[in-house]
């Protein structure tokens, strides 16, 4: 639908009906002349020529011409100008059109009627043709004119009027209407109306809001207490917590100062620190005094200057929370760590004295043990025939006494040494480790020692696991009564550790006593009846528990002994990565 103005080419109109009147003035004037002359006039040419002189005649003649070419001549020029403009204004008019089509922007004009008296073509393509439609019929599909209609406030008022709709017909898609009023050229009002759309817009704000509701909800239920203030030091806002402590509601905050919540002193103290942060514009962190319910608390504070979009300082920003529980126990864990310090150097230089002891005492006591072995030899040697039956016996028992109490020390200087000597790890073959200790103990003829499966390589000390070894293997050959003795060690692994476990087919023992077996002099006999010193065990729980390992023990009467100790896994020197065994002995 197209909308052409009164006052359209009213320039060119003019133009060419000056032009028309002059010619045709110019041929009434001649017709004259020759039909209507009056008596004068109409003389033969003879007579004119006579009269007027062939001069004035030929004169007369080309000035008609004249005037009827010039007359011509302007009224070609207004036709020609008229339709270049008409097609200007016409290439305009398209490429107005392109530009509203591409940015989605809408134009019509309305009368003062709600009459449509021009409409886009984009607009026409959704809304079809709107011949004899009211505004508020075709774009809203309404009966009358919509509630704070922008064409009714824009022709009362005569100025230019921006509001907000939304289309019904297009999912009420939202657009925003700039109004514009002017006259045609009979003097009627109309309006204008550029519509956009403001979809992404409203998303925007949308996605905005929602952003803001999110932060407030934050800021408002966060434990730590928030607040804002201009560069006069006056309270702009605050969130819920700071608001509780201070017996308000964060709406009450606005127009306050630290003077109305705070001592003197104390208030004089917050506003310096604002102003520093004002002038440095920087961000302070710090650790102060804050009184909650009259009680002193300590607060870590961060402030911050607000700065508006020109980099000025127009406020400050400050967030801070209690630490005063965090701060005791900061006090007390220094305390703890003052005491723990002292006991550990007490216990330093008790462990220094008890391993000089150890040193010594075992020194001074191997030294007479000793001589008294040699000298009660001597007297056996000597003097043996001089000693009845029972006297030799007495004799002998002394000796063993003393190499009894010798073993003792020994045993008693290793069961130490373990954990308190310095340590030096390596890479153990426990296959060598365990052919070696078996050379070296010389088992019976009657007790075979088997190894079931390859065992694997481990960082750690090689005399430890000399230790564990020979101790068990003793343990089990010394308890093995049957003629024909057997013991098995293996290895699996399991759980990221190393399970090894030594089986023999010995006397066994009930599980009442499985507490006793690691512990240090404890011997399920009388020391009479046994060689051991009742130190070995409690050396293989101590080595296998340093290592972050643990041992136990399986049994019955009569059916044997499984001793069971674990070594953390190290992925290094494995022989045998599928170690499979029955390290239950069939039982």
Known sequence: ???????????????????????????????????????????????????????ELIIAALTLV???YISLWWNWMALHKGKRAKQEIETLKQQIEFIIGATKTGLDIIDSQFNIRYIDPEWQKVYDDPTGKKCYEYFMGQNEVCPGCGIVKALETKSITVTEEVLVKENNRPIQVTTIPFQDSSGEWLVAEVNVDISERKKAEEALRDSENKYRTLVENLPQKIFLKDTNFVYISCNEAYARDLKIGPGEIAGKTDYDFYPKKLAEKYRGDDKKIIESAETKDIEEEYLQDGQKRIVHTVKTSVKDEKGSVVGVLGIFWDITKFKQAEEEMESMNRKLQATVEELTQSNNE?????????????????????????????????????????VKLLVGRAKRIDELINGLLQYFQVGHTRRKYEEVDLNIVLSEVIREIAPPENIEITIQSELPTVIGEQRRMVQIFQNLLNNAIKYIEKPRGEIKVGCVEEDGFWKFSVCDNGSGIEQKYFGKLFKVFQKLESHDESEGTGIGLAIVKKIVELYGGRVWVES????????????????????????????ACGR
């Open 1 to 55: 639908m197209r909308y052409e103005p009164k006052n359209c080419n009213l320039k060119r109109s003019k133009t060419f009906r000056k032009s028309t009147v002059i010619a045709a003035v110019a041929v009434v004037l001649f017709i004259l002349a020759i039909v209507f002359k009056p008596a004068e006039i109409a003389l033969t040419w003879h007579q004119a020529r006579e009269k007027w002189g062939v001069d």
């Open 66 to 68: 004249l005037v009827l």
């Open 556 to 583: 019955r009467p009569r059916e044997g002994i499984t001793f069971f100790f674990t070594l953390p896994k190290k992925e290094m020197g494995v022989k045998n990565a599928k170690l499979e065994t029955n390290i």
């Open 354 to 394: 008890l391993q000089e002891f150890v040193h010594v005492a075992s020194h001074d006591l191997k030294t007479p043990l000793r001589a008294i072995g040699i000298l009660a030899d001597w007297i056996l040697t000597d003097y043996g025939d001089k000693f009845d039956e029972p006297g030799r016996e007495r």
